[in-house]
């Protein structure tokens, strides 16, 4: 399904990375999987920003070279998605997530022979390597699907959102101390929008209104390394629980790597 960039407006209060590029001269390509060519995060992030998808990740240096022939300045992303779902599937520190990983570093040494073969010894092309969480492995004794306890979702004027390690609950008027010691009597970790601020959960600045409106009254952090999970109607059963899996605070999940060289 496609998506209108003017369905986004109310969202969509700062320019992307590479808009604000491309008012300075540099080209951006962003490499994906195919699949993902339309969708919602695509159609948002890569604003301003040529599409290039892979139908395999083995094919990514040779995208990559080709993005780099566009311009004389280049800004390119590429996507990885299998690490992250190879962890969510088998563990974070699962042999298929190891195997995966080796797959990440054949691919990246192969880009960079490439990127070298086009610039030869120049030094000028900056490279970046870097996530936006880490993952744990999740503990399913602890574990809950939240649609088998009605007695918790009658009390919510809206499903529960956010992720299964970290759930934003809308408790119905009068509901909110009721809801707030059901999750505690299971062991989570709770907090109001304020006490979630107060402890510096979204930064040091004075949280966004438009966000604060959007999260919900309580934010819910299940105990230890387990995951809550809510199944919409339309989902059928289908999200089931990760064996992996990352929102919460552990310090397992909060690693965000950033690797940078020049070549």
Same mark, same amino acid.
Not at 23 to 31: A, F, L, N, Y
Not at 95 to 116: I, P, S, W
Not at 155 to 167: C, Q
């Given at each position: 399904m496609a998506f209108l960039m003017a369905d986004f407006d109310p969202f969509l209060n700062k320019p992307a990375v590479s808009q604000y590029l491309k008012d300075k001269g540099v080209h951006s390509t962003s490499i994906t999987d195919k699949n993902f060519k339309g969708s919602l995060l695509s159609a948002v992030h890569h604003r301003g920003s040529a599409f290039s998808g892979y139908h395999f990740t083995s094919t990514i240096p040779t995208l990559a070279a080709g993005a780099l022939r566009e311009s004389e300045r @280049?800004? !390119?992303? !590429?996507?990885?998605?299998?690490?992250?779902?190879? $962890?969510?599937?088998?563990?974070?520190?699962? @042999?298929?997530?190891?195997?995966?990983?080796?797959?990440?570093?054949?691919?990246? $040494?192969?880009?960079?022979?490439r990127v070298k073969d086009i610039k030869g010894d120049t030094n000028d092309t900056l490279f970046v390597m870097t996530a936006d969480h880490g993952q744990v492995f999740i503990d399913e004794a602890q574990s809950l699907n939240l649609n088998s306890y009605p007695e918790l979702l009658s009390k919510l004027r809206m499903p529960p959102a956010g992720e299964r390690r970290s759930l934003y609950l809308y408790p119905k008027e009068g509901e909110e101390r009721d809801v707030r010691e059901w999750a505690e009597e299971k062991g989570a970790t709770v907090f109001t929008r304020e006490e979630a601020q107060a402890h510096g959960l979204?930064?040091?600045?004075?949280? @966004?209104?438009?966000?604060?409106?959007? !999260?919900?009254?309580? !934010?819910?952090?299940?105990?230890?390394?387990?995951?809550?999970?809510?199944?919409?109607?339309?989902?059928?059963?289908?999200?089931?629980?990760?064996k992996g899996a990352h929102g919460g605070l552990h310090e397992d999940e909060m690693i965000v790597p950033c690797l940078m060289w020049r070549g």
């Amino acid at each position: 399904m496609a998506f209108l960039m003017a369905d986004f407006d109310p969202f969509l209060n700062k320019p992307a990375v590479s808009q604000y590029l491309k008012d300075k001269g540099v080209h951006s390509t962003s490499i994906t999987d195919k699949n993902f060519k339309g969708s919602l995060l695509s159609a948002v992030h890569h604003r301003g920003s040529a599409f290039s998808g892979y139908h395999f990740t083995s094919t990514i240096p040779t995208l990559a070279a080709g993005a780099l022939r566009e311009s004389e300045r @280049n800004f !390119i992303t !590429i996507y990885w998605p299998g690490l992250d779902a190879c $962890a969510h599937q088998y563990g974070p520190s699962s @042999n298929e997530t190891e195997d995966e990983a080796y797959h990440v570093d054949a691919v990246l $040494a192969r880009m960079v022979e490439r990127v070298k073969d086009i610039k030869g010894d120049t030094n000028d092309t900056l490279f970046v390597m870097t996530a936006d969480h880490g993952q744990v492995f999740i503990d399913e004794a602890q574990s809950l699907n939240l649609n088998s306890y009605p007695e918790l979702l009658s009390k919510l004027r809206m499903p529960p959102a956010g992720e299964r390690r970290s759930l934003y609950l809308y408790p119905k008027e009068g509901e909110e101390r009721d809801v707030r010691e059901w999750a505690e009597e299971k062991g989570a970790t709770v907090f109001t929008r304020e006490e979630a601020q107060a402890h510096g959960l979204f930064g040091d600045s004075e949280m @966004n209104a438009e966000l604060a409106e959007r !999260i919900g009254e309580l !934010i819910v952090l299940p105990p230890g390394t387990s995951q809550w999970v809510y199944d919409p109607p339309q989902a059928k059963g289908s999200l089931g629980f990760f064996k992996g899996a990352h929102g919460g605070l552990h310090e397992d999940e909060m690693i965000v790597p950033c690797l940078m060289w020049r070549g």
